[in-house]
């Protein structure tokens, strides 16, 4: 009887993400908001009516991949050319800048190390949490607003992008201090490797996806097709190459979106997504907190850990918005988009704790992170976007 238990799990994540989903829009919130708090409500931290399973973390990575992909697809290839090089250097402050941050953090509350020792490696670790960046739920909320297409949009999207191939590098250099096996080396060059091999193989395949558009246009097996590229994409970069799985699915979206039948496809995969994988995922991040064994220190600790993720994130990558020419507004529209953090910061704690460099009573403290930059990112931008009225441009 436990095998049909996700049955069950499925139509409660559903009803109930569905039904804070509209509350949260009748509030004037990003649907994303009440998916994530009903994650919480129904999670072990409250009713306990759901538990987080292997397959519902399975289907929660598939809706982010999904959700990913999606965004490639709406990619303007142009746009990304454009705000290239400016999305590089915000996508380096927002490691930076929050890698110094959570390290000046722990040392605060504990104290100085000197180099090289387990205290100088455990507050630095906490730094690297700080970098990564989880920009699908600020896809889904651009999305909602219609403004996913735009300059700060794209801008979000790449820098983003950059951001945790930067962040992979930075932790497996961290990790290579402790772990003798990790080659800090060998990821810079299989990151090179990945981005050579997604041009040179992405130009073949978008040449092959163009002729079967060509041929069968607007047929089932074109979107089909193009999932088919982006589970690839996903799998090999994180499989051969070291690199995020949400890395590989955008980059497919990228190499598909200037297909005729690119809309096509997004409107078949976001279905998918929106009906059970989207929720899923989003419900996932409420289902993973359990706050149980949460002490006053470690609540304490928590609360600035957030503040400082957040803030170093807001004033790192907005900061140098602002110096690449975006207005006041923009540039700390793209600070608040970059903050959010969510499946990488998740992978990036537990690698820490497999290799002895977090403790894992600091896990709370991602959680509450994920949580809450999760539900102040889409409202904070929802305010951000209301302050241009009409003059906006999408």
Do not use: W
């Not at 097709?225 to 982006?230: I, K, N, P, R, T």
């Not at 994988?277 to 706050?291: D, E, H, M, Q």
């Amino acid at each position: 009887m436990e095998s049909y238990q996700i049955f069950l799990d499925l139509a409660i994540i559903m009803v109930f993400s569905k039904f804070f989903g509209l509350v949260a829009r009748r509030l004037k919130a990003p649907q994303v908001v009440g998916e994530i708090i009903a994650g919480l409500l129904i999670g072990p931290s409250i009713l306990g009516l759901v538990q987080q399973t292997d397959f519902l973390a399975q289907m929660a990575e598939i809706g982010v991949i999904l959700l990913m992909f999606s965004a490639g697809l709406e990619t303007n290839l142009r746009d990304l050319m454009r705000t290239g090089v400016k999305a590089l250097f915000i996508a380096c402050a927002g490691v930076f800048v929050p890698l110094a941050g959570g390290t000046l953090l722990y040392m605060a509350f504990y104290g100085t190390a000197p180099f090289g020792s387990e205290k100088f490696y455990q507050a630095v670790f906490i730094g690297v949490i700080m970098t990564a960046t989880s920009v699908s739920i600020t896809v889904q909320s651009l999305k909602e607003m219609g403004k996913l297409k735009g300059d700060v949009g794209t801008t979000i999207l790449s820098a983003a992008i950059i951001d945790d191939v930067i962040g992979i590098v930075v932790l497996t250099f961290v990790v290579g201090f402790k772990d003798p096996e990790s080659n800090p080396g060998k990821v810079v060059i299989n990151t090179v490797l990945f981005f050579v091999m997604a041009l040179i193989v992405g130009f073949i395949l978008y040449k092959i996806m163009k002729m079967v558009d060509f041929r069968y246009p607007h047929t089932h097996r074109i979107p089909i097709l193009g999932l088919a590229v982006c589970f690839v994409f996903s799998y090999v970069a994180e499989v051969y190459f070291g690199i995020a799985d949400i890395t590989g699915a955008y980059v497919a979206g990228i190499i598909l979106c200037s297909l005729k039948d690119s809309g096509y496809i997004e409107k078949q995969v976001d279905t998918n997504s929106y009906m059970l994988f989207g929720p899923v995922f989003f419900a996932s991040i409420g289902l993973k907190t359990n706050i149980d064994n949460v002490t006053g220190a470690i609540v304490l600790f928590a609360v600035c850990f957030v503040l400082v993720a957040l803030i170093c994130k807001i004033v790192g990558c907005g900061l140098v918005a602002r110096l690449c020419g975006y207005k006041g507004n923009d540039a700390l529209k793209i600070g608040v988009g970059m903050m959010t953090r969510g499946e990488v910061a998740l992978i990036v704690s537990q690698k820490g704790l497999s290799v002895g460099m977090l403790n894992s009573v600091y896990f709370t403290a991602v959680i509450l992170l994920i949580i809450v930059s999760s539900i102040c990112t889409p409202i904070l931008l929802k305010i951000l976007y209301a302050r241009d009225g009409q003059h906006e441009l999408t």
